[in-house]
């Protein structure tokens, strides 16, 4: 069975089920490159991608010295903001949204997204 995360599919649903409640998202590699982006403002999204790349490789590190497993995502709460890193299927996916975005939704809009054959 091959399992597929249709990028273009996840990228137009987070826009259009958040609308205006996402201000940015970036789906990069695991290290780091960009592979999709919208984004409603001006942000540097190559060295936002970097940086939660890093991050996650930083949280890798510390998770696998005291023995527990990898984190699946990251939640960095900022004033009214949320980034909601999220890890699946060798991507990492990025958000900028609104504190109001209910994390559930997110984690249903990107599931609807996996293809398996």
């Given at each position: 069975?091959?399992?597929?995360?249709?990028?273009?599919l996840?990228?137009?649903n987070?826009?259009?089920?958040?609308?205006t409640?996402?201000?940015?998202?970036?789906?990069?590699?695991?290290?780091?490159?960009?592979?999709?982006?919208?984004?409603?403002?001006?942000?540097?999204?190559?060295?936002?991608?970097?940086?939660?790349?890093?991050?996650?490789?930083?949280?890798?590190?510390?998770?696998?010295?005291?023995?527990?497993?990898?984190?699946?995502?990251?939640?960095?709460?900022?004033?009214?903001?949320?980034?909601?890193?999220?890890?699946?299927?060798?991507?990492?996916i990025?958000?900028?949204?609104?504190?109001?975005?209910?994390?559930?939704?997110?984690?249903?809009?990107?599931?609807?997204?996996?293809?398996?054959?």
């Open positions: 069975m091959t399992v597929i995360l249709n990028l273009d996840v990228l137009d987070l826009v259009k089920e958040l609308g409640g996402v201000y940015f998202i970036i789906i990069t590699s695991e290290n780091g490159a960009v592979i999709k982006s919208y984004i409603n403002q001006e942000f540097n999204k190559s060295s936002i991608g970097l940086n939660m790349s890093q991050l996650y490789e930083l949280a890798e590190e510390i998770t696998s010295e005291i023995g527990v497993h990898n984190p699946d995502f990251n939640v960095i709460h900022s004033d009214n903001f949320y980034i909601l890193s999220i890890k699946i299927l060798e991507k990492i990025i958000l900028l949204t609104e504190d109001q975005v209910d994390f559930s939704s997110v984690f249903e809009i990107i599931n609807k997204c996996i293809i398996t054959n």
